[in-house]
């Protein structure tokens, strides 16, 4: 099992937050994929699970029977909104081998997924993209 990273944002007001989000995939006899959320997410980011879900089947890329881990890092700050969804929806789909992790790291993502597969715009860029240029992190990859 490898744990796969991707760099987040959650809106604090007017600031945005940096949020690690992490995955782990564990493969079981299941009749179905079980999400495990943890971290401090608000109802909207709970409710993400179902848009994730949705997402990446709309997309082709079905999960397999096992259990998924998401993380939201820090742990103990509350974390909220829609901005999390695409972070959320590439390190699943790299920790069930769809996609290669090793250049998420590289980028700081947010946007809100549609159940259709689609990104939709979220508020915060500017917010995400000053976060992002004070750790050092060279991309910001969001809708425009």
Do not use: C, W, Y
């Not at 997410?41 to 409710?47: A, G, K, M, Q, S």
């Not at 946007?111 to 689609?118: K, M, P």
């Amino acid at each position: 099992m490898r744990t796969f990273r991707v760099q987040g944002v959650s809106l604090v007001g007017v600031e945005a937050l940096l949020v690690k989000v992490e995955a782990r995939f564990e493969r079981a006899d299941r009749q179905r994929t079980e999400l495990v959320l943890s971290g401090l997410p608000d109802l909207v980011i709970r409710e993400s699970r179902g848009r994730l879900l949705s997402a990446l089947q709309a997309n082709g890329l079905r999960l397999p029977q096992g259990r998924l881990f998401l993380n939201l890092a820090p742990a103990g700050m509350r974390k909220g909104g829609e901005t999390l969804d695409l972070p959320l929806a590439l390190v699943a789909a790299a920790a069930v081998g769809h996609i290669t992790g090793r250049r998420l790291g590289q980028a700081l993502f947010l946007g809100e997924l549609g159940i259709d597969g689609t990104l939709h715009p979220v508020p915060g860029g500017l917010a995400a993209g000053l976060a992002a240029r004070r750790a050092g992190i060279p991309r910001l990859i969001a809708p425009s």
